[in-house]
């Protein structure tokens, strides 16, 4: 068996890669490289540069790697940005999901591990975010993963009385962290970590926006889990797949408690060796006080925990973009 990852040489992707390989299942990545790195790819693994709007790409790579499985990494992942590049984000996110659909099942191409978002919740009214909350998604970005997740609905529901059906599951997450590889870091220009990390070493001072909100010390909190927890819970929906195991739709990887911003801030200093008291900004329009998942049918299913502390994510993220170098590695 041989599983493809779209998105395999961006930092979420290539860790991914790494987690498959590790497990011994034979792995081979496409990407367009827009926005990962040729480098990411460990050595011996299989890359194809070419984007997924590429029909005949995605059929020869499929084809010639004999792929079993695909899990589906690949995307424009900018929430703020989709707002302003809404076509570009829809192109990339939704067109280019139905090409590699197509190819698939040309190919007899069955199960999909789709990586999807907790975007698709929007801003939920509920204390704790299960599958089962409404989506109501807020940017172009979550809404396309919303899309994306019907179109597996619809795929598997059109196959279900075939020989042989479409599987599927998406997995909901919401801020990837740390780096399970010195050699890969979060690129990311609007991602937290980097941010906060390019000020520090710039000689600026880490901004929080809003410190009167409803939770224990006044600032947001949100969801964040570690990269590596994140690839372990895409290689075991993957072995479940092949298994033939009974598997949900969607799963939320979530921590069930959460992380508010001041901790991070304290966990950066602690592993940056940085001390700094961060600016305290007014809160920004639309931040709601807390949006955090519960994570147990995934920890049922796919054996998902969140096995890193948050001084080991933020240590594991300095020590990649320390690697990284001072010049800007985006």
Partial sequence: ????????????????????????????????????????????????????????????????????????????????????RPLHTYQQNVS?????????????????????????????????????????????????????????????????????????????YFNVVGSGSPEVFD?????????????????????INGADYPTPDGTCVRDYVHVDDIAAAHVAAAKRLDAGEPIEPVYNLGSGSGTSVREIMTAMAEATGIDFEPDVAPRRPGDPARIVATGELAARDLDWANRHTLREMAASAWQARQRAGDADPR
């Fill in 187 to 207: 690129v990311s220009p609007f991602n937290l970590f980097p941010l906060v990390f390019d000020m520090l070493i710039a000689g600026r001072t880490p901004r």
């Fill in 96 to 172: 280019a999901m139905v090409t590699l659909l197509d190819e698939m099942a040309t190919q007899g191409v069955d199960k999909f591990v789709f990586s999807s978002s907790a975007a698709t919740f929007g801003t939920p009214d509920v204390e704790l975010v299960e599958e089962t909350t409404p989506t109501r998604p807020e940017s172009p970005y979550g809404e396309t993963k919303l899309i994306g997740e019907w179109l597996l609905a619809d795929l598997a529901k059109a196959t279900a009385d075939a020989e042989r059906p479409f599987r599927h599951t998406s997995l909901r």
């Fill in 1 to 84: 068996m041989t599983w493809l990852v779209t998105g395999g040489a961006g930092y979420i992707g290539s860790h991914v890669v790494r987690a498959l390989a590790d497990a011994g299942i034979d792995v081979v990545v496409i990407d367009d490289l827009s926005t990962g790195r040729r480098e990411f790819v460990p050595d011996g693994i299989p890359l194809v540069e070419a984007s997924l709007l590429d029909a005949t790409n995605v059929r020869l790579t499929l084809q010639f790697h004999k792929v079993t499985g695909v899990i589906h990494v690949a995307g424009y992942k900018y929430a703020g940005e989709s707002v302003r």
